[in-house]
């Protein structure tokens, strides 16, 4: 079954503004990840916060984690075009990352 | 996008062709993986090679066959593909230190492929 699952599907803001993608999750985590994806493209590491930690910072990236609600949050301030693409979380399940459908995030000048 | 590439970029192929798909990481990394992403649907993890053997196989259709030379390459080998095969098919590397999916995995930027 689907480990991560972010919300909203999709998001659009003017730039300057801040956007929050929530990600919601099934089962226990050692971390968990947010990654990037330009349409049509690979995938871009952004950030991993184990499950020992509740905020991490970089750039004008903010993720938190709550393991008691299951669920973190990524948050972009001051919002650029360049920013336009879609967000994962990614949980691991196994060998491997299980990622959700993802946020959509259309910033606009 | 330089640490794991793909070769080609786009692939257009008949249900009756085959083709391969590769995938060369330059990052050391010792483990390697192959993903499915269609539209509207979340990344789907096809493989998954640790020091160039198979650990995970997600029930993934015999028309797909991968292949792990050596830690830095990773193809697949495709055959007798049908429509809905169409996707991007995405390449990962990761350096597991024995904790699976603790570690970054790093993408290539994918193999667009339509089946006709």
């Known amino acids: 079954s689907q480990q991560g699952e972010e919300d909203p599907q999709a998001l659009s803001i003017q730039e300057g503004e801040n956007a929050t993608m929530n990600c919601s999750y099934k089962?226990?985590?050692?971390?968990l990840q947010w990654y990037r994806q330009n349409s049509g493209r690979g995938l871009v590491h952004l950030i991993l916060i184990r499950s020992n930690e509740r905020e991490k910072h970089s750039g004008r990236l903010r993720v938190t984690l709550d393991t008691s609600k299951k669920s973190s949050s990524l948050l972009i301030t001051a919002s650029r075009a360049a920013d336009t693409a879609s967000y994962f979380c990614?949980?691991?399940?196994?060998?491997?990352?299980?990622f959700g459908k993802g946020t959509t995030l259309s910033v606009s000048s | 996008e330089t640490g794991v590439t793909q070769t080609p970029r786009h692939l257009v192929m008949g249900m009756t062709n085959k083709k391969s798909l590769k995938c060369e990481q330059h990052l050391g990394h010792n483990a390697m993986y192959w993903y499915k992403q269609s539209a509207k649907k979340p990344l789907e993890l096809m493989f998954v090679y640790s020091l160039e053997e198979r650990v995970e196989n997600n029930s993934v259709p015999s028309r797909f066959s991968p292949e792990c030379p050596n830690s830095s390459h990773l193809f697949l080998h495709l055959h007798t593909l049908q429509p809905e095969d169409s996707a991007l098919y995405l390449c990962?590397?990761?350096?597991?230190?024995?904790?699976?999916?603790?570690?970054?995995?790093?993408f290539g930027p994918g193999t667009r492929l339509t089946v006709l």
């Open positions: 089962t226990s985590i050692n971390n």
């Open positions: 990962a590397s990761s350096q597991e230190s024995g904790g699976w999916g603790t570690d970054t995995q790093y």
């Open positions: 990614a949980t691991q399940a196994g060998t491997a990352l299980i």
